[in-house]
Nanobody, 123 residues
C-alpha cells in the first residue's frame, strides 16, 4: 500500500494550492480519507475528512477555505486550499482509514499515510 502526496509548494498569502494523494494497493472508495498537517514545533492536526459516504468534515481552521474530494477513477484524493494564510504553512499528509466520526482528527485511527508535502505561505 502506498499513498503518494504531492502538490505542495510556495504560495503567497491569499493564493491557492491543490494537493493530491494517489493511492496504490488499496481502493480509496473503501476508506475514509483525511488530510492532516504539521507545522514546526506543533502536533499533527486533522483538517479535512471525507467519509466513504461522501460526507465531508473540516476543522475550524479549514472550514470555508479547504475542500476535500476524491476521484474514484484515478484512485486519488485531493485537498483544494484557497485563501491561504501564513498559518497554513506546514507539511501536509494524507491518510486513509475508517475512524468513527467523532475521532476523525485522531491520527491513531489511520492505517496508511502519505509521505507529506510541504506548503509554504510566504510573501
Amino acid at each position: 500500500v502506498q499513498l503518494q502526496a504531492s502538490g505542495g509548494g510556495l504560495v503567497q498569502p491569499g493564493g491557492s494550492l491543490r494537493l493530491s494523494c494517489v493511492a496504490s494497493g488499496i481502493t480509496l472508495n473503501s476508506y475514509g480519507v483525511s488530510w492532516f498537517r504539521q507545522a514546526p514545533g506543533q502536533e499533527r492536526e486533522g483538517i479535512a475528512h471525507r467519509r466513504t459516504s461522501g460526507q465531508t468534515w473540516y476543522s475550524d481552521s479549514a472550514k470555508g477555505r479547504f475542500t476535500v474530494s476524491r476521484d474514484s477513477a484515478k484512485n486519488t484524493a485531493y485537498l483544494q486550499m484557497n485563501s491561504l494564510t501564513f498559518d497554513d504553512t506546514a507539511v501536509y499528509y494524507c491518510a486513509v482509514g475508517n475512524p468513527i466520526l467523532s475521532s476523525w482528527r485522531d491520527s491513531r485511527n489511520y492505517c496508511h499515510w502519505g509521505q507529506g508535502t510541504l506548503v509554504t505561505v510566504s510573501s
